[in-house]
Antibody, heavy 122, light 107 residues
Framework: EVQLLESGGGLVQPGGSLRLSCAASGFTFSNYAMSWVRQAPGKGLEWVSAISGSGATTPYADSVKGRFTISRDNSKNTLYLQMNSLRAEDTAVYYC???????????????WGQGTLVTVSS | AIQMTQSPSSLSASVGDRVTITCRASQGIRNDLGWYQQKPGKAPKLLIYAASSLQSGVPSRFSGSGSGTDFTLTISSLQPEDFATYFCLQDYSYPWTFGPGTKVEIK
C-alpha cells in the first residue's frame, strides 16, 4: 500500500524558512515523479512544484519560483520542499502527491499524503 | 499560464440525479486533463486522467470526456458519497493549473 507522510509544517514569521518532508513507502520511490500541491484555508488547489524520478526536472509555479526548491533523496525514499522568503499568502496545507505513471512528469496525482499545515504570520 | 474555469461553481442535486460539470481551458490542452474529488478535511482523490480514463477503483458512474479546450465530468447517478468538491487539472504545460472547483451539495 502506498503511503505518503508529510512533516515539517508549522508557524513561521514572514520572511522565514521552512523545510517540508514527505516520507514515502509501499512503492519503488525512485521510479515515480512526485509533486507538492497546496491549499490555502477555504480555497482551491494550487500545484506548487514537481520533480522527476531522477530529480533532473523540477518545474515550479510562478508564485513560488526563486523562493521554493523541490528535491528528493531516493536512498531515503523522501521528498522535500525547501521554502524560503515565506509570505502570508503561502499559508496553506501542503500535500505531497505521487504520479500515476512513472519517472517522467505527468501531473496525474494517484496518491496523496494527509497534508501538513504551514502558517506564515507574525 | 493556462487558465482553467469550471461551471457551475456549485450545484444542488438529489441522489440518483445525473450531474455534469464543465471545465474549460484558456487554450488547447489536447486531452491532458484530470478530475479530482475532494471531501472536507481530506486529500483529493484522482477520478479521471487523460480526460476520459477512469482511475482504477473509481465507480463506473463517473466518466470524463472532451479534448482541446472543453471537458466534462459526468456522474450518471449521484450517490450519497459523491457529495464533495470537484476540481479539474491541466497537465499540458507548466505551470500545471487547477480549476476553481465545483461543490456538489445535497438538494
Amino acid at each position: 500500500e502506498v503511503q505518503l507522510l508529510e512533516s515539517g509544517g508549522g508557524l513561521v514569521q514572514p520572511g522565514g524558512s521552512l523545510r517540508l518532508s514527505c516520507a514515502a513507502s509501499g512503492f519503488t520511490f525512485s521510479n515515480y515523479a512526485m509533486s507538492w500541491v497546496r491549499q490555502a484555508p477555504g480555497k482551491g488547489l494550487e500545484w506548487v512544484s514537481a520533480i522527476s524520478g531522477s530529480g533532473a526536472t523540477t518545474p515550479y509555479a510562478d508564485s513560488v519560483k526563486g523562493r521554493f526548491t523541490i528535491s528528493r533523496d531516493n536512498s531515503k525514499n523522501t521528498l522535500y520542499l525547501q521554502m524560503n522568503s515565506l509570505r502570508a499568502e503561502d499559508t496553506a496545507v501542503y500535500y505531497c502527491a505521487k504520479d500515476l505513471q512513472g519517472i517522467a512528469l505527468a501531473g496525474e496525482f494517484h496518491s496523496w499524503g494527509q497534508g501538513t499545515l504551514v502558517t506564515v504570520s507574525s | 499560464a493556462i487558465q482553467m474555469t469550471q461551471s457551475p461553481s456549485s450545484l444542488s442535486a438529489s441522489v440518483g440525479d445525473r450531474v455534469t460539470i464543465t471545465c474549460r481551458a484558456s487554450q488547447g490542452i489536447r486531452n491532458d486533463l484530470g478530475w479530482y474529488q475532494q471531501k472536507p478535511g481530506k486529500a483529493p482523490k484522482l477520478l479521471i486522467y487523460a480526460a476520459s480514463s477512469l482511475q482504477s477503483g473509481v465507480p463506473s458512474r463517473f466518466s470524463g470526456s472532451g479534448s482541446g479546450t472543453d471537458f466534462t465530468l459526468t456522474i450518471s447517478s449521484l450517490q450519497p458519497e459523491d457529495f464533495a468538491t470537484y476540481f479539474c487539472l491541466q497537465d499540458y504545460s507548466y505551470p500545471w493549473t487547477f480549476g476553481p472547483g465545483t461543490k456538489v451539495e445535497i438538494k
